[in-house]
């Protein structure tokens, strides 16, 4: 039985003519996410990762190829799809709880029926007691937390996230990672996930995509062999770190397991004592 894709993307090509110039962003990409699975895009800066993240959003149209969100394609943005960018944008003027309920006024919802989701978000991000503060009012760490509840409020099917700790110190970033895997453990969303950490794809993801640099493409499909829920010390084990130095492996080289790049699909598992897949 072929696997229940919320995601499929096929072929897909992007690139940027100014008329001067042709910048090939995307090249050949496919792969597909099933639903409820957590997929990270990891490659270095600049490959292409955001734009292809866009693309799967309905934020930014494809050169050519295809791809399909819960079977039908996807042109615009939906409402069953949550995004979360590198900065928080919140509006300043607004307070903790309005802003994480913004989007349903935008999709003109009864706000009534989502206050109490909101302030359970808020406790579950452990910003409780900061419902009423404004952003100026909030470290970066606290932000994006407020972000991550404003994705979720409305209850979309898809989570996109475009490296949204990025700007966080380590520390932070850590912290939010962990709070990112207990929402997603407790509301298990369809997640793609673009990052350039490679030990937060690990340690976030199911499966792991390696991008090229521009013009970009998967070079390899990693199913992370790790269970949930996922201990938060499994960073220190040896097979993490094994992963974690086979993926930058990749990523240098630019190649998959075999030399060369090759499709993403299913994804092979790369076995902790076992280099390659």
């Not at 996410?33 to 799967?56: D, H, N």
């Not at 996807?74 to 709880?97: C, E, H, N, Y």
């Amino acid at each position: 039985m072929a696997p229940d894709r919320a995601i499929r993307v096929e072929q897909v090509r992007k690139i940027y003519d100014t008329g001067r110039e042709r910048t090939e962003a995307v090249s050949g990409v496919s792969f597909g996410v099933e639903r409820g699975e957590f997929v990270a895009i990891l490659g270095p800066s600049g490959c292409g990762k955001s734009t292809l993240l866009m693309m799967c959003g309905g934020l930014e149209s494809t050169t050519s190829g295809r791809i399909e969100v819960d079977g039908a394609p996807m042109t615009q943005p939906r409402p069953s799809i949550g995004v979360m960018f590198q900065d928080a944008s919140l509006l300043p003027w607004k307070t903790v709880l309005e802003n994480i309920l913004f989007p349903i006024r935008i999709l003109k919802r009864p706000r009534a029926e989502y206050v109490e989701r909101a302030r359970s978000l808020i406790d579950m991000v452990g910003l409780h007691g900061f419902e009423d503060k404004k952003p100026h009012q909030l470290s970066g760490g606290m932000r994006q937390r407020v972000a991550i509840c404003r994705a979720l409020v409305y209850d979309p099917d898809i989570l996109l996230m475009d490296e949204p700790f990025s700007a966080l110190d380590a520390i932070t970033r850590d912290e939010m990672g962990e709070a990112l895997l207990d929402i997603w453990e407790q509301y298990t969303k369809t997640a793609l996930f673009v990052t350039h950490s490679i030990r937060e794809a690990v340690l976030l993801a199911d499966r792991v995509l390696v991008m090229t640099r521009r013009p970009a493409t998967i070079v390899e499909d990693i199913r992370i062999p790790f269970g949930r829920p996922r201990p938060r010390d499994i960073v220190g084990a040896p097979e993490f770190n094994e992963i974690c130095v086979h993926l930058r492996s990749l990523i240098e080289s630019g190649q998959g397991a075999n030399g060369v790049g090759r499709r993403a699909g299913d994804g092979p598992v790369l076995q902790p004592g076992r280099r390659g897949a």
